[in-house]
């Protein structure tokens, strides 16, 4: 059906070309500037339905596509990081390379091949070459077929497409000459980047291990959120607990990392264990700068309250982002907020890791700890206990004890729980996989989250769920069910 519909436009298009010059034109010069106008547009029609070819590049499968453009450019998409775009050539013509699958068995082969690995820059390179002067060929064929079966149909002569055919020759070569002659492989050194690759050379750096692995990354979780949904199943029949209609559900993640991935993860989760609202113990990003904030974004999908705190990676414009979403919540240490009926509070991180004036210096354990002395003190105010304590490093749950029965934390990109005397500290894991760094060890970081049940009466803690999810490579999805002051119960 999309072809007919082509092949009708273009029909349509000839007949109103046709239309045009029986009324316009009539001497000679007339004559070959309608040759030129049918040879340009059928050269257009031809590259824009013709002009493409796939072609292996290093482990990737790419799509390499030549389209009109108001200025020379190549852009490379990298799904799901982002675009690079080279300004190397002038000209009205645009290459677009698109890596749109990852053939993972030779991925394999690379990574288990130190020599292959070392040899991977040259190696795709050849390919990029190759497959570019496929393109190039592809190009030139289909755009005279265009300029030449566009020039019989509006005039209706052989002699015509081969006029037509050949003008458009003449036009490529222009547009060829243009090409070469503005050509500066000096710019091949400074491009533009957009989505996650904005913060180039930083995670251009990592590319090769990063962006040959993390589309087989995103394509497992797929699956392992379905096993979440089977395995949530399985949890809610265990006898031990059984969470009453009334019993409030609250989801805890916690240092997302820019994974893409994550609120998907979130999402999936949120809507199979019906959780009320949604923590998040702070690093929903990686750099803390202004283009990282449309990550945020992605808050209002969820449809769900979403109280956040800053971590050492998130910015102020961070949490300027998720203010601005329209179910979120910014903690800052000041005063409590409601929701569900659950008081909470929290506060930031004192440092900002980007930041080298912050970020390590001899002051960061007692800045952190007294982060937490700011919170207690927040507490001792409160005419009740608040419900939940927020705080991004574990190290500011400790002037908590006692003050408060729960404190969530993050920061550690691993799972822990422990007793400050009557106070129950959870530290959640990372639900981000530890974002892009997650991709580059032997064993990739797994995505962690958990569900908390509290009484709806009593505002009390009575279990949580942690849920973790395997990493690169790894099918295995665990949900573990600990009761309050009980033994864990896991299923597999």
């Known amino acids: 059906m999309p072809q007919r519909a082509t092949t009708s436009r273009v029909v349509d298009t000839a007949i109103s070309i046709r239309r045009w ?9 007339g004559r070959w500037s309608g040759r030129i106008v049918v040879a340009l547009v059928g050269a257009l029609l031809g590259l824009l339905l013709g002009a493409n070819v796939t ?31 080279l300004h190397a050539y002038d000209g009205p013509i645009g290459i677009r390379i698109n890596l749109t699958q990852l053939r993972q068995a030779e991925a394999q082969r690379l990574l288990s091949d130190p020599a292959r690995l070392a040899g991977i820059g040259d ?37 015509e497409a081969f006029v037509a055919g050949g003008v458009a020759v003449v036009l490529l070569a222009c547009v060829g000459g243009t090409a070469a002659a503005t050509w500066d492989p000096e710019k091949l050194t400074e491009p533009t980047y957009t989505g996650l690759l904005a ?26 959120i379905t096993n979440v949904s089977r395995l949530y199943t399985a949890v809610s029949t265990l006898p031990t607990f059984a969470p009453a209609s009334s019993t409030i559900r609250v989801l805890h993640v916690s240092d997302l990392h820019l994974n893409p991935a994550a609120f998907k993860v979130i999402a999936s989760v949120a809507k199979q264990f019906k959780v009320n609202f949604i923590v998040d113990t702070g690093d929903l990003v990686e750099w803390g700068s202004p283009p990282e904030a449309r990550y945020a974004g992605q808050i209002a999908g969820l449809h769900l309250p979403y109280v956040f705190i800053r971590g050492n990676h998130d910015s102020a414009s961070t949490a300027a982002a998720v203010a ?4 979120a919540i910014v903690l800052n240490g000041t005063k409590p907020v409601t929701v569900d009926g659950l008081s909470i509070i929290g506060t930031r991180d004192p440092r900002f890791t980007p930041d080298k004036v912050t970020r390590d210096d001899t002051a960061s354990a007692e800045k952190v700890q007294s982060a937490g002395r700011q919170l207690a003190a927040l507490a001792e105010r409160m005419r009740a206990p608040p419900d939940i304590t927020m705080v ?19 920061h550690l ?18 639900t981000g996989g530890a974002g892009l760094r997650g991709l580059q060890g032997e064993k990739p970081t797994p995505l962690e989250c958990s569900v908390l049940y509290f009484d709806a009466a009593t505002h009390k803690l009575q279990a949580h769920d942690d849920i973790t999810l395997g990493g690169l490579g790894e099918t295995e999805a665990t949900i573990q069910r600990h009761l309050v002051g009980g033994e864990p119960q896991a299923t597999h």
Not at 21 to 29: E, F, P, T
Not at 71 to 78: F, I, K, L, N, S
Not at 394 to 404: F, G, I, M, N, T
Not at 414 to 427: F, P, S
């Open 21 to 29: 010059l029986r009324a316009h034109v009539s001497n000679r010069l």
């Open 392 to 410: 991004h490093d574990p190290l500011s749950a400790l002037p908590l004890k006692d003050k408060v029965p729960l404190v969530l934390a993050g």
């Open 413 to 430: 990109h691993k799972r822990v729980a422990e007793r400050l005397g009557r106070t129950l500290v959870l530290v959640e894991g990372s």
């Open 324 to 327: 601005g979403q329209p179910n």
């Open 55 to 85: 072609h292996d590049v290093g482990p990737f499968q790419a799509r390499l596509s030549l389209s009109p453009t108001t200025e020379g450019a190549a852009v490379v998409q990298v799904p799901p990081l982002g675009t690079l775009t």
């Open 199 to 224: 913060n180039a050379p930083a995670v251009v750096g990592d590319a090769r291990n990063i962006v040959s692995r993390f589309d087989v990354y995103r394509e497992e979780l797929a699956g392992l």
């Open 123 to 159: 190696q795709a390179a050849a390919d990029v070459k190759a497959a570019l002067v496929r393109l190039v060929i592809v190009s030139v064929v289909v755009a005279i077929l265009g300029a030449a079966v566009l020039g019989l149909v509006v005039f209706r002569r052989r002699r």
